[in-house]
């Protein structure tokens, strides 16, 4: 998809000459009242905005949008007011009234937000993650997304800082879109040789250092954990490293996501209800590429290198089977009780080959577990890892609006791991923590010392239910967002 054009503009906004002006609307109590920046346009209305706003129904709450026909008050023919909740408006409020007002305005030529003089990084960021759309395997595309937005100069701060405003918050949204487009194609064009290969090529006109092992090569390095996996399917496994070399880089930061292109469960196989879903396993190593993309475009001082494992997890003659014992990459062994708890096993060979490297920081991300969203729902991640740096990645990603939530790693559930025959076992023998025991196999691969979080996104990664805010239906792009403001952190503070 092609994101809209966006340009600051001095124009005010009852003078513009758009399609349509874009206002927020909040909720004060049980009163509707107006965002900040609407004051000329309320003005052109002679008083009369929010009478006419409430006999349409309009009451200020978040992702609610209605138009209003201008009647030549504005330059613009249609008022669009978007709701913006309760409270004073914070950067998330104002992304998904964004995100919102921009699927509303799809077959739009041009419009101008106000919203922008609350929160310019949001308003951009929600504004092209609302417009975006997967219309690759349509035969007859629909409405073209909003194509132009010009974005209404705040008061604070110089015209060269927004500029720079936008130009980041653009490439972060656009690294979202990127997320998003590789979850949202199906298995059948993404598999583990040509996920490689699009990452590569994403990683190449980035300027980023490629590395591909493809099924030869990873048996020659002893990568036990993404051969078993793979091993059941016509299309071998592969593994990615992309590598950015940042200038007068200060710290190294290790990025690891599960790239499973499709996950029928293996030998020990899912249910066929939702089975599609599966396409979207691979989005934390969607994630991952193009959060590494996107550190080269903003030129982070740091080393970031992503490690992504591919494989396609199928039921076959050839398939790795419950009681089977692996040897991973670095020599540990594991015996395998479920094939479908197969996420952790190529992420503990990525991790392995990651921690080489000897990073400052270790992230991995995975749609690891049903037991998360169970857990925390559809839209709160599972975040994990070395305490002090679990809490930091926690407090980024609420900051960001993708939201996240601190979760333990109790020690008696590493008993549960033990296994008769190997080093551990790939899960438990109960239902109970499943999440939590997840990510302690994961840290059985992390080399103590080092700062590590592990973001499960089973359920934020991909929605199935309508679209609401900035994100529409299928692949969310999370945690790019998260990922992207913890190297900006990392950057700035070590």
Known sequence: MTAPKLSLTATPADQATVDAVIIGTVRDGEDLALAPGSERVAAAFDGDLLDVLGSLGATGKADEVVKVPTLGRLGAKVLVATGLGTGEPGPEQVRRASGAAARALAGTARALTTLSTVDLQAAVEGTVLGAYRFDAYRSTPGDAPLARLDLASPADGTAKEHR???????AIAEAVTTARDLVNTPP????????????????????????????KALRKGGFGGVLGVGMGSARPPRLVRLRYRGPKARKK????????????????IKPAAGMDEMTSDMSGAAAVVATVVLAARLKYPLEVVATVPMAENMPSGAAYRPGDVLTMYGGKTVEVLNTDAEGRLILADAIVRACEDEPDYLVDTATLTGAQVVSLGKRTAGIMGTDEFRDRVTEIAK????GGWAMPLPEELRRDLDS???????????????????GHFLREFV??????A????????????????????????VPVRTLAALLADIADNG
């Open 399 to 402: 900051a960001t609006g993708e």
């Open 420 to 438: 008769k025959l190997a080093d551990l076992a790939n899960v438990t023998g109960h239902r109970w923590g499943g999440m939590l025991a997840a």
């Open 253 to 268: 930061v290790a990025l690891v996501g599960k790239g499973i292109t499709f996950d029928t469960g293996g030998i020990s």
């Open 454 to 477: 592990h973001i499960d996104i089973a359920g934020p990664a991909y929605n199935t239910a309508g679209p609401w805010g900035y994100t529409g239906k299928g692949g969310t792009g």
């Open 188 to 215: 059948n064009d993404l598999y583990p040789a040509s996920f490689a290969e699009r990452a590569a090529a994403l990683g190449r006109a980035a300027g980023l250092e490629v590395e591909i092992l493809d099924e």
């Open 164 to 170: 720079a405003t936008v130009k980041a918050a653009t």
């Open 447 to 452: 080399p103590d010392g080092l700062a590590w």
